[in-house]
């Protein structure tokens, strides 16, 4: 059921299954920056249907979550949102964006986090995402105000493996981009991870999407050998959004991450 959960000068919109975990852990499910919670849909009710308590929502100024006026951390949100549901130790699914934000949680606070489901993820410190051609032409189609043009840029980089056209990836770029704006000096960005991932000591899989961004591949390729034991999955029909384009591997990964959660 949806509600607003208070966070530090603010608040976010949440969605909590309710009930007692029947299969592990609490699971928190940590939406990317190309989408909000929404993204989530193909994998949450089966989740549920499989004993799973389950906890999403979205990040400020994403979806139904107002957009920051003060200075935050993603990690101190998803830490809010555990106090506020009385979650002590959860497993952590988090694509792109919200990956970070559980990489971040999970070597801050590592008793708190059962397990890591990482897909397509990004990483603090890691300094091979950033392509200037790219940021240069968002800056100039934002100053513009071409929406259109935005959206056509993110499916180039990002949606390689949608179909044409690709309407629900389309439609949650719309609703995302905005909050790549209103987030901006706003959201402070955690201390550098990817020189720590070799803290890293819990159950951990990485799914790699082999038609997502180049340097997103290379990435991800940099963090799974990087974090003990970690298993990679690589994807082959999958870009930047892995639960519209592969939701019944996305279940199979937390599935079993769960399980070895609560062994």
């Known amino acids: ?98 990956a970070r934000t559980a990489i971040d949680l999970a070597l801050d606070d590592p008793g708190r986090v059962a397990a890591l489901g990482l897909l397509v993820p990004g990483v603090a410190g890691y300094d091979g995402l950033e392509v200037p051609e790219v940021t240069e032409e968002i800056g100039r189609l934002a100053t513009a105000g071409d929406m259109d043009g935005l959206v056509a840029l993110a499916l180039r980089l990002w949606g390689g493996a949608g179909p044409d056209p690709d309407t629900e990836a389309e439609r949650m770029l719309r609703a995302a981009i905005p909050a790549w704006f209103t987030t901006y000096g706003h959201e402070t960005e955690g201390a550098p991870a990817f020189d720590r991932l070799g803290e890293l000591d819990l159950p951990c899989t990485l799914l790699l999407g082999e038609k997502d961004q180049p340097e997103v591949i290379r990435c991800n390729e940099a963090m799974a050998a990087r974090i003990p034991g970690c298993r990679l999955v690589r994807q082959p029909d999958c870009d930047h959004f892995p639960t519209l384009r592969a939701p019944k591997e996305v279940m199979r990964l937390v599935t079993e991450l769960c399980a070895r959660a609560a062994a």
């Open 1 to 98: 059921m949806g509600q607003m959960v208070q966070v530090k000068g603010g608040e976010v919109w949440a969605d909590d299954t309710g009930g007692a975990a029947a299969a592990g852990p609490p699971v928190v499910l940590l939406h990317s920056g190309v989408g909000d919670s929404r993204l989530w849909e193909p994998v949450r009710p089966g989740l549920t249907s499989g004993g799973h308590r389950v906890i999403s929502y979205d990040a400020r100024g994403f979806g139904r979550s107002p957009a920051p006026t003060v200075s935050y951390t993603q990690a101190e949100d998803l830490r809010s949102v555990l106090d506020h549901f009385e979650l002590p130790r959860v497993v952590l699914i988090g694509t792109s964006m919200g």
